[in-house]
């Protein structure tokens, strides 16, 4: 399938954004075009999970063209939870998007009274050392942050807060939770998950006297 640079520009943008919205940073990943999938009337697979098609691939983003149908929600599944992605609305006049990691499973509900037209893309870390982005990893911190809160809990003398710097910068308009970005989103949905700690976001900075700068 050969599209044009526009178009794919648009792609890679998009992808950046759903990238960071499942807490990975977007340094050096790409949106890599797999294949194109019709869906006709009563067209559906079942629950599985995408393998690795090529070297540092994390996850996947499935975009839908516009194309008339009914039904054909998108359904990811992970550790019992559930994320719908009905996209029939309007479905012959807009793009639709879902990103998710490759460890979650999903599956599509039958399509009905038309065709559900999709663009499959490999969501790629290119280049770089290390373990790839994953949700096992994602719920392997829950549970030591889980264990964290336990001891805490227990501890005689536990501090009365803990201070977690980020790395992106916020102004008082945009500081709140769903606005965070990529790893602060990620830390902070660990954390959140976890179910021990109770979190305030706050904004820092410094207050100059007698020459001293106090960090706040």
Not at 16 to 45: C, I, P, T
Request: aromatic share 10%; charged share 25%; with cysteine.
């Amino acid at each position: 399938i050969q599209l044009g640079a526009a178009w794919n520009a648009y792609i890679q943008k998009r992808a950046a954004e759903y990238v960071d919205q499942l807490g990975v940073s977007n340094d050096n990943v790409e949106a890599r075009l797999y294949k194109m999938v019709l869906y006709e009337e009563g067209g559906f697979f079942k629950s599985h999970k995408d393998t690795e098609k090529e070297p540092g691939m994390f996850g996947s983003l499935v975009v839908q063209l516009p194309a008339k149908h009914d039904a054909g929600t998108l359904a990811v599944r992970h550790r019992g939870e559930e994320k719908l992605f009905d996209f029939s609305n309007d479905s012959d006049s807009y793009f639709y998007a879902a990103a998710f990691y490759t460890d979650c499973k999903h599956a599509l509900h039958p399509v009905k009274n038309g065709t559900r037209l999709c663009l499959l893309y490999n969501l790629v870390r290119v280049g770089g050392d290390g373990p790839l982005p994953s949700l096992a990893e994602h719920d392997a911190l829950c549970d030591t942050l889980l264990q964290i809160a336990y001891q805490w809990e227990n501890d005689e003398n536990p501090p009365e807060k803990l201070c977690l710097a980020l790395d992106h910068e916020y102004t008082s308009a945009n500081l709140a939770f769903r606005n965070l970005k990529g790893a602060d989103k990620a830390r902070v949905d660990a954390l959140l998950k976890s179910n021990g700690f109770d979190l305030h976001l706050a904004l820092g900075g410094q207050l100059r006297k007698s020459g001293l700068a106090i960090q706040i």
